[in-house]
């Protein structure tokens, strides 16, 4: 097996043979298939791909068109918010950008705090009524409004 190693310190290159074998042979599709197998997802983890091949590399909301190089920003949003709703026609499934999606999930939360329905986790105020922030902007003083409401 031959050894080739870089000396940074002399630029110099250096290589070595050794004669030694590995004690276990394996070939080349034992190696591969033991590969493939250390990557299979559990059952109804696979939803991604099957979503990616049923509505393609775009995003739903903005148009977006993705390739190999950067689906990875690609992300499924469950229509029903179920996450385990995975039928096989891909009908609770649509893919967003992962920019949309957040803004999807954020938009719900902002909504439902406004509405004053209880939401799934509970909510803390970062600061006390007797020292609210200044310059709050027009979003952070509809906020503000909408906690004073809330609370009466």
Known sequence: ?????????AGRIRSSVTNDVPKEQRSV??????LKDGMKKPAGEDYR???IAIHGLVCARCGKEFDHTNRHIL???HKDGNHHNNPPDG????????YC?????SREVLGE???GAPGGKDAAVVYSEDAPPKDL????????????RKKK
């Open 75 to 77: 992300t499924v949003h």
């Open 49 to 51: 791909d099957r979503s």
């Open 101 to 105: 999606h957040e803004d999807i999930h």
């Open 113 to 115: 705090y406004l509405d």
């Open 137 to 148: 902007g027009s979003l952070g003083a509809k906020l503000q409004e909408a906690m004073m």
């Open 1 to 9: 097996m031959a050894k080739i190693s870089f000396d940074g310190r």
């Open 91 to 98: 009908s609770n499934w649509e893919n967003l950008c992962a």
């Open 29 to 34: 599709g034992d190696v591969v298939r033991e």
